[in-house]
C-alpha cells in the first residue's frame, strides 16, 4: 500500500479509512469530481467484492467504512482510478490553479508522476 502510516493486519475486516487531497485541496465541490468517486466505489463493488458501508464526502476528503477480500489492494485501485480520472477532469475543465497546486505540493518521492493527488 505505499508509504502509509497504517498497518492493516485484518484485511477481510471492516475497516475506517480517511483519504484526504493533498494540502486540504477542495476537490469535491463539484458534481462531475464527487460522481468519480461513486463510479469507482460501484466498479469496486463488483469488481473487488467491495462492501461499503457508510461514506462522507467533503470538499477535501472523505471517510469511508468500508470492508473487502484484500482492501489494501482495494484502495490501491481506488486512489490510482480516481486520480486519473480527476487530473483528466481538472484538464477538461481547465481548472490550472488547481492542477498547479497538485504540482507544487507533490511529494519529492513521486517522482514518477507529474501530478499527486492523494
Known amino acids: 500500500m505505499g508509504r502509509s502510516r497504517y498497518k492493516i493486519y485484518e484485511p477481510t475486516h471492516p475497516h475506517f ?8 485541496i477542495p476537490l469535491f ?3 462531475e469530481s464527487v460522481e468519480i468517486l461513486l463510479e469507482s466505489f460501484r466498479y469496486l463493488q463488483k ?8 461514506y462522507v464526502i467533503l470538499e477535501n476528503h472523505l471517510h469511508i467504512v468500508t470492508q473487502s477480500n ?3 489492494k482495494s484502495l490501491a485501485k481506488f486512489k490510482r482510478h480516481t486520480a486519473r480520472e ?9 481548472v490550472k490553479t488547481i492542477l498547479d ?10 517522482s514518477d508522476r507529474e501530478y499527486q493527488l492523494w
Do not use: G, M, P
Open 47 to 54: 469488481s473487488d467484492d467491495l462492501k461499503l458501508y457508510a
Open 101 to 110: 497546486q497538485l504540482v507544487f505540493y507533490k511529494k519529492a518521492y513521486k
Open 70 to 72: 484484500d482492501i489494501a
Open 17 to 24: 479509512i480517511t483519504c484526504t487531497v493533498l494540502n486540504w
Open 29 to 31: 465541490t463539484r458534481k
Open 86 to 94: 480527476l487530473i483528466k477532469l481538472l484538464h477538461k475543465e481547465n
